[in-house]
């Protein structure tokens, strides 16, 4: 197991009554069922009509492929053809949606080669922030994880990037992340173009590309039953929202607006639960309105150095339940269910923006329940950095997966 490093609370005898925000995966504002509702800040359409959900939507089957078209060739990946993919998945009530998929297939792609479904953190609010979009705006965030992509593209293997967020970029709605990147498997699969009917599959991701990754190793044994994967990469993962939430607490961060965005974005998953708008102040509204469409740069520009006490009313009553209620739904590290399939968890002990006894809680569980648990932790660094640090020893764990080799573990 990976060594312990347990975060100090500060001995808080009440907890809930100081938190607002958990960054990059969840997030409470705490509300009131007196006063009444506004509506949730819902992103802009996209404007290309092939993001659209079809009038037939709720007569297909999850995984059931909705349309596809081939993008333009991408520089960062030579020779490699991009196809776009629509496909019916649902929500975390179980209700139809449309989600999509960029699919990037190498040159000289041999049928049923390994595919990676790789989920990329997406901390981002507007449907112009899909992957398939950034990864021709040129966004730094995306192309640091080209390098990775690069090496399996180079071995044969395609590569699956999810807009895990959903159609409303619903940050903060992890389980919907499960059922996204499973639906978006099995799209993939499902179409003979793609070469991958019979491919052995990886998933990974990064902080919220990782706890996407978790939450759909952890659910296939119930979602999708008949989806075999391969392995599951979980880095830099924020496993309990609760812990995130006392984490930040109530005042002044830096990172205020991405915990804003994923209060805004669990509105929009939840907006009869979790009516977040109608506890904002207006000058809450304002900082509302100007995330609701904006992307990663632009949500921690806004918020910067932000709190809670700032943007709600004064007289809001907190109702901590309902907000503990949904960030517990949401929380990989109190799912009751475990993966079947092999996970490697990397991590830097320094790691200041995630609960690191979460982490290890988690791999304690999944341990327990017999999976095989690789750990590693990195060198001392960052959150962001500690993705590209564990890259080398996560692709050779992938091969390992691939390859049929019997998982490692540390358990």
């Keep these: 197991m990976t060594r312990r490093f347990p975060l100090s609370l500060g001995g808080r005898s009440n907890r809930w009554a100081r938190l607002l925000a958990a960054l990059g995966s969840g997030v409470a504002l705490g509300l009131s069922?007196?006063?009444?509702?506004?509506?949730?800040?819902?992103?802009?359409?996209?404007?290309?009509?092939?993001?659209?959900?079809?009038?037939?939507?709720a007569a297909h089957q999850p995984g059931d492929v909705l349309n596809a078209r081939p993008l333009p060739p991408l520089p960062v990946f030579p020779g490699a053809s991009v196809t776009l993919v629509q496909f019916r998945s649902s929500n975390s009530n179980g209700v139809p949606i449309a989600a999509t998929t960029t699919v990037v297939t190498p040159a000289g792609h041999r049928p049923d080669a390994p595919l990676l479904?790789?989920?990329?953190?997406?901390?981002?609010?507007g449907t112009g922030c899909a992957v398939s979009h950034l990864l021709y705006s040129g966004d730094t965030n995306l192309l640091a994880t080209v390098p990775m992509l690069n090496a399996v593209l180079a071995q044969g293997w395609s590569v699956a990037l999810p807009d895990h967020l959903g159609p409303y970029f619903a940050?903060?709605?992890?389980?919907?992340?499960?059922?996204?990147?499973?639906?978006?498997v099995r799209a993939v699969k499902r179409m003979p173009e793609l070469a991958a009917q019979n491919s052995r599959v990886v998933l990974a991701g990064y902080s919220g590309g990782g706890l996407a990754s978790g939450w759909a190793a952890a659910l296939q044994p119930t979602y999708a039953p008949e989806l075999e994967l391969a392995g599951a990469a979980v880095g830099g993962t924020p496993m309990n929202m609760e812990t995130m939430a006392d984490v930040l607490g109530f005042e002044p961060h830096p990172a205020f607006g991405l915990a804003m965005a994923a209060a805004i974005g669990l509105e929009?998953?939840?907006?009869?639960?979790?009516?977040?708008?109608?506890?904002?102040?207006?000058?809450?509204?304002?900082?509302?309105?100007?995330?609701?469409?904006?992307?990663?740069a632009e949500i921690l520009s806004i918020g910067t150095g932000g709190?809670?006490?700032?943007?709600?009313n004064g007289d809001s009553i907190i109702d901590f339940d309902a907000a503990r209620v949904i960030l517990r739904e949401n929380s990989l590290a109190l799912y009751d269910g475990a993966p079947r399939t092999p996970v490697f968890e990397w991590h830097s002990p320094t790691d200041s923006l995630i609960p690191l006894d979460a982490i290890d809680q988690t791999n304690r569980r999944w341990c327990a329940a017999g999976v095989p648990v690789q750990t590693l932790q990195v060198p001392p660094s960052d959150h962001l950095t500690g993705a590209v640090l564990g890259a080398p020893e996560v692709l050779m764990w992938m091969e390992g997966r691939v390859r049929g080799e019997p998982a490692p573990s540390t358990c």
């Design 307 to 312: 709190s809670a006490r700032e943007f709600m």
């Design 33 to 57: 069922a007196t006063t009444a509702t506004a509506e949730p800040l819902y992103p802009w359409p996209d404007p290309d009509p092939f993001y659209s959900a079809p009038t037939d939507l």
């Design 171 to 184: 940050l903060g709605a992890a389980r919907l992340g499960g059922h996204i990147v499973l639906d978006g």
């Design 117 to 125: 479904s790789y989920q990329h953190f997406i901390n981002a609010l």
């Design 268 to 296: 929009r998953e939840y907006p009869n639960r979790l009516p977040v708008s109608t506890y904002l102040n207006e000058r809450g509204h304002e900082i509302g309105n100007a995330m609701a469409n904006s992307c990663t």
